[in-house]
């Protein structure tokens, strides 16, 4: 029987894909975009302090989102037989392989660049979360532990 679990971090796996894909087409995903648009509603700022503003938030945005979709991953992998002996080491993997599906992406379309740094944020953001999820899955295996016992 396939859990609700392994069904939803399918979903949000592919449609994160979906995402990547999608986003990397649209102007208003750019850096420049932002900037100009953090200039229209904070126009006291200098550009400097734009970009640096729009860049902090851009690799936040990175680092949150390639940890929800390391969530997704293990999730889908952890109720996948083929996975499920390592789930966490799957989920790394296929994580890994949308960050750098989501920078080719972006190297290959005009006026958008690619990062090998914006892969490394990617990275630290999907081990940051596999390993909150690892000391959360300790906590209430142990848990479970006591109360059999």
């Given at each position: 029987?396939?859990r609700?679990r392994?069904?939803l971090?399918?979903f949000?796996?592919?449609?994160?894909?979906?995402?990547?894909v999608i986003?990397?087409?649209e102007?208003q995903?750019?850096?420049?975009?932002?900037?100009?648009?953090?200039g229209?509603?904070?126009?006291?700022?200098?550009?400097?302090?734009?970009?640096?503003?729009?860049t902090?938030?851009?690799?936040?945005?990175?680092?949150?989102?390639?940890?929800?979709?390391a969530?997704?991953?293990?999730?889908?992998?952890?109720?996948t037989?083929?996975?499920?002996?390592?789930?966490?080491?799957?989920?790394?993997?296929?994580?890994?392989?949308?960050?750098?599906?989501d920078?080719?992406l972006?190297f290959?379309?005009?006026?958008?660049?690619?990062?090998?740094?914006?892969?490394?944020?990617?990275?630290?953001?999907?081990i940051?979360?596999?390993?909150?999820?690892?000391?959360?899955?300790?906590?209430?295996?142990r848990?479970?532990?006591?109360?059999?016992?």
């Amino acid at each position: 029987m396939i859990r609700a679990r392994t069904i939803l971090g399918w979903f949000g796996f592919f449609g994160y894909i979906l995402m990547v894909v999608i986003a990397s087409r649209e102007p208003q995903f750019t850096a420049s975009f932002m900037v100009s648009v953090l200039g229209n509603h904070f126009p006291w700022l200098t550009l400097e302090q734009k970009y640096f503003t729009v860049t902090l938030v851009r690799k936040l945005i990175h680092l949150l989102a390639y940890g929800g979709l390391a969530l997704c991953c293990f999730f889908a992998s952890a109720g996948t037989r083929p996975l499920k002996r390592r789930p966490f080491l799957a989920a790394f993997v296929l994580s890994l392989l949308v960050a750098g599906l989501d920078e080719f992406l972006q190297f290959s379309q005009a006026g958008r660049t690619g990062s090998l740094l914006d892969v490394g944020i990617d990275s630290l953001g999907i081990i940051i979360a596999l390993l909150l999820t690892n000391f959360v899955q300790g906590k209430v295996n142990r848990k479970q532990a006591e109360q059999d016992s």
